[in-house]
């Protein structure tokens, strides 16, 4: 089945320490997405990439870092710099700039949680 | 900037009722898309229902269907009907058809409770 897959489901992390979330799609989209969803708020996005190798800041890219080696992989770290990290992250990919019907179809999330 | 304002935290209504949710935004575009997602507690975003700004009919999706106001910058979602599998958050966003990137602009969303 094509989808989006985010993993871990959940991830604890000691303050300090770096850690990688992971989204993977098989669905052929060229664009992919890092939101984060805070209680009372609504999706922020973090960083965005169109195509492979290129990607650019969100609302909220401090303390974070992505990269996009390959089309169907776009993962997140979330570093010791961001100072709240506890948080839902969403990831999300839809087809490319310009195309009439490009929702973004999103993955089940990760929680991580800083301890 | 674009922003989108979700007035109404949370809203209940009785199961086969009808119930509206609110959405403004602000935007000084006029070509975009607005869409409702709808996050039950599995907390998975699914899209339920689309609209083209160029479009004056309102789009509908079964019992979903939206009031689209351009001039006033309304968004409104009717769920008709409503089920128990109904109860969700439900988050109004906003895309530029203009700017770089296909991104999503949210809501802070409304909290559907469905009353049996």
């Known amino acids: 089945d094509g989808g989006i897959t985010q993993s871990p489901k959940y991830l604890f992390r000691k303050e300090g320490q770096n850690v990688t979330l992971s989204c993977e799609q098989n669905?052929?989209?060229?664009?992919m997405y890092w939101y984060r969803q805070d209680p009372g708020q609504g999706l922020r996005l973090i960083y965005y990439?169109?195509?492979?190798?290129?990607?650019q800041k969100g609302d909220i890219a401090e303390g974070y870092s992505v990269s996009r080696e390959k089309k169907e992989s776009f993962p997140l770290t979330v570093t010791s710099a961001q100072k709240n990290p506890t948080a839902f992250y969403l990831c999300?990919?839809?087809?490319?700039?310009?195309?009439?019907?490009?929702?973004?179809?999103f993955g089940p999330g990760t929680r991580l949680t800083v301890l | 900037a674009q922003t989108v304002t979700q007035s109404q935290p949370e809203m209940s209504v009785q199961e086969a009722e009808t119930v509206t949710l609110s959405c403004t935004y602000d935007?000084?575009?006029?070509?975009?898309?607005l869409f409702w997602y709808k996050q039950p507690p599995s907390r998975q975003m699914i899209l339920v229902i689309r609209?083209?700004?160029?479009?004056?009919q309102n789009a509908t999706e079964n019992r979903f269907s939206v009031n689209f106001q351009k001039a006033a910058k309304s968004f409104s979602l009717k769920i008709s009907d409503s089920q128990l599998g109904d109860a969700a958050m439900y988050f109004c966003?906003?895309?530029?058809?203009?700017?770089?990137?296909?991104?999503?602009?949210f809501g802070a969303g409304t909290i559907l409770r469905v009353k049996s």
């Open positions: 609209q083209e700004a160029y479009k004056q």
């Open positions: 999300a990919s839809s087809v490319s700039k310009g195309a009439i019907r490009g929702e973004q179809f």
């Open positions: 669905l052929n989209h060229d664009a």
């Open positions: 990439s169109q195509i492979v190798n290129d990607f």
């Open positions: 966003a906003y895309r530029s058809a203009e700017e770089y990137g296909n991104k999503l602009v």
């Open positions: 935007t000084s575009e006029s070509d975009y898309y």
